[in-house]
């Protein structure tokens, strides 16, 4: 994991492998933007000129290498493009910085570390730029042999190992807390990537809730994993059945995290398919290869409740994760058969590729059951939702008006596109099955907006509750952008260690 620090060094003096500055758009061609004031100096104040030469604009994302000014212990200033220049007074934005930071951190794989003379007008920038070079700065390469023994023959490069930031005021009370927070959050968002990326031969149901157990153990929380004996003396039909196919059972796991100064209780619910085959409704190739990362939602609510710890928030967190594997075989469910839900409900299967409503049905049933002043579950649940909001942004739908709004607020202020969406009360009756209380299927248009409905009735009376459907933004199967990688995203996390502030705050629920 790479290092984050303060520094009040001078860009000149300092031993690292690149400096990076800002350059943005002007009006009249690229400019150098605040923070990059010792560098612009050394290069006779003519940085912006030098940029313009080499063709720079800076334009979002845009990385130019240039050999650091004579007299400078680093070799290399690298000048990373913030997009448009904000107008006077204004600054360039949290989100900006952030993926600034982390173009920048991609395009540093291989150095050991680098310092970022980014524009720091607050504590809150500086944050953004942590947290924007240690999300860039990921890698998976747990699965590359070469890149472990031989990795100079491969080509293979270490992610960046140290980020120093410059310019912010290392002893003030606000930068060192904005600091910590990022690494907090970036390293539980990273772990939850690594999660996403681990092929699903591998991240078995049991798998996950021993790495859950391990986090636990290390973190202080409490854990309660139910295996497929547990889930069946409990009627957690919904789990099971989907479970059914797999030779690898499933699991659910409570993951609780409690402060002694609490005074909310937030419950987040997350599906986690380990790996999505369809079961007997079976997907067909091109549609089952990225479906490892089925258990995004699980793993972004397993690392949301990991950064409330570390952050010692003044809330209860407990998060729950449905972990299953849909899987084809003699012993799975099929479409015709009647489960018997955690709820008491009973659900026809119709399709069998409907399956994260099922198991989150039994989940957020449980979760139900503590009455927790709110309940939010994500979940990669719907290729429509992917189908109405692409591939970037989630969907979110609730049961109040003024949560599913806060969400939206809470998702936009942490960098996370996300978009409200309606639950209309027509779509509901397409749920009605003439041998079961309901089906796992209705209408096939707004098939986001049937999901949440089915999940609706999984929710204890009275509590305030909100789902994120995160199947667009929760893999990135085009190439990296800003601070987001290639494959698991880690949607959703940031989000949600959010709404436990928030919570904490008694800004919400
Ligand atoms: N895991 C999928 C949804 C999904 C699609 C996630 C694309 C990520 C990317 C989910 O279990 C699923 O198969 N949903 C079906 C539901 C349908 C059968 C009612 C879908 O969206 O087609
Ligand atoms: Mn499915
Ligand atoms: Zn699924």
Redesign the pocket.
């Given at each position: 994991m790479t290092a984050l620090t303060l520094s009040t060094a001078a860009a000149p003096g300092l031993r690292a492998d690149a400096i990076v500055v800002g350059v943005a758009k002007g009006a009249k061609g690229p400019v150098v933007a605040p923070g990059a004031e010792a560098v612009d100096a050394a290069y006779d104040g003519k940085l912006a000129d030098v940029l313009d030469t080499l063709g720079a604009s800076g334009a979002e994302g845009e990385v130019t290498k240039l050999p650091a000014p004579a007299g400078f212990k680093a070799p290399l200033v690298l000048a990373v493009g913030l997009g448009t220049a904000p107008e006077k007074d204004a600054g360039f934005g949290a989100e900006a910085l952030r993926r600034a930071a982390g173009a920048a951190a991609r395009a540093l794989v291989g150095a050991k570390k680098a310092a970022f003379a980014l524009p720091l007008a607050d504590a809150a920038d500086a944050g953004a730029v942590g947290e924007g070079a240690l999300l860039g700065a990921y890698s998976f390469d747990a699965y590359k042999e070469t890149a472990k023994s031989g990795a100079k023959a491969r080509g293979d490069k270490a992610p960046l190992a140290e980020a120093v930031l410059l310019g912010g005021k290392p002893r003030d009370k606000a930068f060192k807390a904005a600091v910590e927070r990022a690494a907090a959050v970036a390293e539980e968002l990273n772990r939850a990537r690594d999660l996403i990326n681990m092929p699903p031969n591998d991240l078995t149901p049991a798998a996950f809730a021993a790495l859950a157990q391990d986090a636990a153990k290390a973190n202080g929380l409490k854990i309660q994993v139910l295996d497929e004996k547990a889930l069946a003396k409990g009627g957690y039909g919904g789990i099971l059945g989907v479970g059914a196919g797999s030779a690898a059972a499933p699991r659910l796991v409570k993951l609780s995290y409690t402060s002694s100064k609490a005074k909310k209780h937030l419950a987040l619910v997350g599906?986690g398919?380990t790996y999505?085959s369809?079961g007997i409704?079976l997907?067909p190739a091109g549609?089952n290869e990225?479906?490892k990362?089925?258990m995004s939602g699980a793993a972004a609510v397993f690392a949301a409740v990991v950064a409330a710890a570390r952050l010692g928030l003044e809330v209860n967190v407990t998060g729950w994760l449905a972990l299953a594997e849909?899987m084809p075989s003699g012993s799975a469910t099929r479409p015709g058969d009647v489960l018997h839900m955690f709820s008491g409900k009973t659900v026809e299967v119709l399709?069998t590729?409907?399956?994260?409503r099922l198991v989150l049905a039994d989940a957020l049933w449980a979760a139900s059951q503590e009455k927790p002043d709110a309940i939010v579950d994500v979940a990669?649940?719907?290729?429509?939702?992917?189908l109405a909001l692409g591939s970037r942004t989630f969907g979110i739908m609730a049961n109040d008006d003024a949560f599913r709004a806060a969400i939206h607020e809470a998702a936009e202020e942490v960098g996370e596109a996300a978009w409200p969406m309606p639950m209309p009360e027509h779509l509901r009756k397409g749920l009605d099955s003439p041998t079961a209380d309901m089906a796992?299927?209705?209408e096939?248009m707004g098939?986001?907006l049937?999901?949440g409905l089915f999940l609706r009735e999984f929710i204890g009376e009275g509590i305030t509750w909100a789902h994120l459907d995160i199947?667009?933004p929760?893999?990135n199967e085009g190439g990296p952008f800003g601070y987001t990688p290639k494959g698991g995203t880690g949607s959703a996390v940031r989000t949600l260690v959010r709404l436990a502030e928030l919570t904490a705050a008694g800004d919400l629920g």
């Open positions: 599906k398919i999505d369809g409704s997907k549609h990225t479906m990362c089925d849909n399709n590729d409907a399956e994260g990669t649940l719907t290729g429509a939702m992917v796992n299927m209705g096939r098939g986001g049937v999901a199947a667009g929760a893999f």
